[in-house]
């Protein structure tokens, strides 16, 4: 019988299935329902409410006012033209308020069973790895993946987390162990609820974030990347965080099935006790948590 996850914060706070009249919405439409029925608690699906707005201003306006749990809107094309004049609808939502995105795939199903999550250990990618865990179907799989800059001449690929990094290890095995046991402090985004079905993986990577992310996405087949924007801060709404910017973008031209989750911080209070109980948390070694096969192998 399918694990019924109960979300204290997205059961009270509606999702917002946003359009602006760019695109169909359908795909978008189609994952927020099924989300909806898979987060109730049995008797009542997650409550949904479906905006149409003129801007992408607007539907963050919107969100903002009814403290949404999740903006769920379809990715969109992300042409060359909608880039130099900046009316990506997915962006520009992310740089007009503090809410979580979900931007839908063209050819999602509405159905999250693989998960990526890019971890650079801030407040933000701990609190898009929680809403990750929760919004995957029972018996997903979730990769935690932290990705180190090139600094030396050597070939990018997925470097075993063991292999000289402990201490990344070790967080990554914690938060690991937090996500499976809904211990990760980030009550405001429902992670109080445990998750021991879903099986949870690590992997570091070398080189460039967003491409090595999107290219072990494609390996592994995932349906879902989750990513943390910069913050709430004006400077750092415009903007929005080169990885999370490339990361939609490049998911939009390469990977049609799949979708992005992009989560700003939440605030200050949240965001301290978040990164606080991760580091107090102690490593867990649960057969979860473990890194995964390196890429290509």
Do not use: N
Not at 263 to 275: D, S
């Amino acid at each position: 019988m399918p694990t019924t996850l109960t979300i204290p914060e997205l059961r009270t706070r509606p999702i917002i299935v946003a359009s602006d009249g760019r695109d169909d919405g359908a795909p978008a439409l189609l994952t927020a329902e099924r989300l909806a029925c898979q987060l109730g608690d049995g008797a009542m699906a997650w409550p949904t409410r479906i905006v149409s707005a003129p801007s992408a201003d607007a539907i963050a306006a919107v969100a903002d006012e009814e403290r949404a749990s999740l903006v769920v809107l379809d990715i969109g094309r992300h042409r060359l033209y909608e880039r130099l004049l900046g009316t990506e609808t997915s962006l520009r939502v992310l740089r007009g308020g503090d809410r979580p995105v979900l931007a839908v795939g063209p050819e999602a199903d509405g159905v999250f069973r693989r998960a990526v999550v890019a971890l650079d250990f801030g407040a933000a990618s701990l609190r898009a790895a929680a809403i990750a865990a929760r919004l995957l179907a029972p018996g997903g799989i979730l990769s935690l993946v932290h990705v180190k800059p090139r600094v030396e001449l050597w070939e990018p690929g997925v470097v075993e987390s063991p292999s000289g990094t402990p201490g990344l290890h070790g967080r990554l095995q914690r938060l690991a162990a937090a996500l499976r046991h809904g211990t990760t402090g980030c009550e405001e985004c429902g992670a109080g609820e445990a998750r021991p079905d879903v099986r949870v993986g690590t992997a570091t990577l070398v080189g460039d974030p967003a491409a090595e992310l999107l290219d072990y996405a494609a390996h592994v087949g995932a349906d879902l990347v989750a990513v943390g924007t910069r913050g709430a801060g004006f400077v750092e709404r415009l903007l929005v965080g080169s990885v999370a910017t490339d990361v939609i973008r490049g998911t939009s031209a390469r990977l049609p099935g799949c979708s992005v989750l992009a989560c700003p911080a939440p605030c200050p209070t949240a965001a301290a006790r978040l990164t606080h109980r991760l580091g107090a948390l102690p490593s867990v070694a649960d057969g979860h948590g473990e890194p995964e096969a390196r890429a290509g192998a």
